[in-house]
Every structure is written in structure tokens, then in C-alpha cells.
């Protein structure tokens, strides 16, 4: 990927022209690689820095992807392979997240919950999902990552946000492992929400953002999570739209899987979804987008 950011491949330069005409204050990248030194992600910034559009506040730790376990997680009996790491990945940071900012993000004050043991959440679905015990001990929630920063506003006060990129429910088997831990990654922030963690509930204002991995209505997945983090009083969904209806992917069929949800209070004057522009190899993903007043 580093390579092809430098390179001003061309997938990398549509992702670029797309951002650069958004102009987003605060930039949420999904599968997007790590590495040790950020050096994927300063080239990404400078990319768009030479496209007029700079973003000098990143937040992006180690993500699950790739992070080996060390044991055999999946149960094959081999080890080291990509889906014995605590999110399927390659190598160490495949496929992890990236938050990009014009405003400072408080990184010290940030929670990171990538760590939290699936088996620790209140109302997992962990039992059935074909885990062994000591995989069990050890199986973090996040298949990503599970972030709380707080960005500053110009008023001083902080705007929370609630980052995170689900495992999609899928390539898995009768178990559906992958299906149940997509749904309980969802279900975190329902958790978060309601103070039922072993930690304070987030201060209003927030917004929950990120790959959710799941359609509330169409393809594979255990989806009540998702309904109800949607129908919560406590967000907002504006069911961002574009040329392909609220479908934020293409996978055989258009699908919602990508989310902006502000907290009520928040006053939201636009969002929608923006597709890159077709080339050779058509885009799976699209870009969405919220506009928030703020007083």
C-alpha cells in the first residue's frame, strides 16, 4: 500500500480526488494498512496535503488485524496463520483504521478498547462460536479496533468519537463465529452507551462512526444490534444518500455498511454517500458523509 501511495497509484489517486473534494474536518479511513512507523499514513496525509487539503492531527494505534495469538485460534490445528491473529490479517496491521483531523485530537485522553475480551462484554453471543477454552481466554472483541478521542472544537469543549471497523459475518461456518462477533462489535457501543462497561459512559456531544459491517436490512449477519443502534434515541440516523440509495458498498449487491451516527443533540444540517468515480476497476466503497452546526 505504501508503495502505491507513493506512487500516486491509481486507486489511491481516486481515494485522494474523492477526500480532497469532500474536505472533511475529521477523516475516519477504513482498511487502511498500519505500520510501525506511520509511514502508510504520513504518505496518505501528504497526499492529500499536495491536493490542498491538510490534516495535521492523526490517531491511529496498532490494530487487532494481523495481531497474532499465538494459538490456533480458528482450530485447524496450524498456528501463525491469518485467521489465528485476534483479527484476520496477513501480516500485523492489515486492513486497520485511521483517524485524520484539522482539529486537535486529544490522543491522551483517547480510550482505546481494542484490548477488551469478547468474553467480557455484557451479553455476548461467544457461547456457540466454536471457540476452544484457552482461545476463548484470549479472543479480544475488536476484530479492528474500538476507539473513543476526543476531538476539540473551537469552542474548546470535546466532540467524542466513537471509531470503530467490524469482521464481516462471514467466511465462517455452521458455528458463525464471524457472524457473532460482527454483531457484538456493534453491540459495544449499546454497552458504552449505557454505562455498562467497566468504565464511565462517553459525554454528549459524540458521534459514532465507522464499517459496521452489516446491512440493517439485506445480506448476511446477525443484525439486531445494529437495529437497535440505529432506532436509539440517543443517536441519530440520517440515512446518508447517494446515486446508489443509502448503499455505502458493492458487494454483488449494494449494501448499507458504512455509518455516521451524531448524538441528539448534535444539530445535523447534511450528509449523504459519494461514490469514486468508475474506472477500471469499480469501486466497492463509497465515501459518507455528515455536516454538523455547531453553536
Do not use: C
Not at 139 to 156: A, E, F, I, K, N
Amino acid at each position: 500500500m505504501l508503495a502505491d501511495i507513493e506512487t500516486g497509484a491509481p486507486k489511491v489517486a481516486a481515494a485522494v480526488a474523492l477526500i480532497a473534494g469532500v474536505r472533511p474536518d475529521v477523516l475516519l479511513l477504513t482498511g487502511f494498512d498500519w505500520d510501525h512507523d506511520g509511514m502508510a499514513l504520513a504518505a496518505f496525509a501528504a497526499a492529500l496535503k499536495a491536493a490542498g487539503l491538510a490534516y495535521p492531527h492523526r490517531y491511529a494505534p496498532r490494530p487487532n488485524a494481523g495481531m497474532q495469538s499465538g494459538l490456533d485460534l480458528d482450530g485447524n490445528g496450524r498456528t501463525g496463520e491469518p485467521r489465528d491473529a485476534q483479527g484476520y490479517g496477513r501480516f500485523t496491521g492489515q486492513g486497520g483504521m485511521a483517524l485524520l483531523s484539522r482539529l486537535q485530537l486529544r490522543a491522551e485522553a483517547a480510550r482505546d478498547f481494542s484490548a477488551v475480551l469478547w468474553a467480557d462484554l455484557p451479553g455476548n453471543l461467544i457461547d456457540g462460536a466454536g471457540l476452544s477454552p484457552g482461545a476463548r481466554a484470549v479472543q479480544r472483541l475488536s476484530s479492528t479496533g474500538h476507539w473513543d478521542v476526543p476531538l476539540v472544537l473551537p469552542s474548546g469543549r470535546d466532540l467524542h468519537l466513537l471509531a470503530f471497523a467490524a469482521t464481516p459475518p462471514l467466511f465462517d461456518g455452521p458455528e458463525d463465529r464471524n457472524g457473532r462477533r460482527n454483531r457484538d462489535e456493534t453491540a459495544f457501543w449499546l454497552r458504552y452507551l449505557d454505562g455498562a462497561l467497566p468504565v464511565p459512559p462517553p459525554l454528549a456531544p459524540f458521534a459514532i462512526l465507522g464499517d459496521a459491517d452489516i446491512d440493517p436490512v439485506a445480506g448476511e449477519g446477525r443484525r439486531d444490534a445494529l437495529v437497535a443502534l440505529l432506532a436509539d434515541p440517543r443517536l441519530q440516523d440520517l440515512r446518508p444518500a447517494g446515486a446508489k440509495g443509502t448503499a455505502t458498498a458493492l458487494y454483488g449487491a449494494p449494501l448499507r455498511l458504512d455509518y455516521i451516527l451524531p448524538s441528539a443533540d448534535l444539530t445535523v444540517t447534511g450528509a449523504g454517500v459519494i461514490w469514486p468515480e468508475t474506472g477500471e476497476t469499480p469501486p466497492r466503497r463509497a465515501l459518507v458523509w455528515v455536516d454538523i452546526s455547531l453553536p
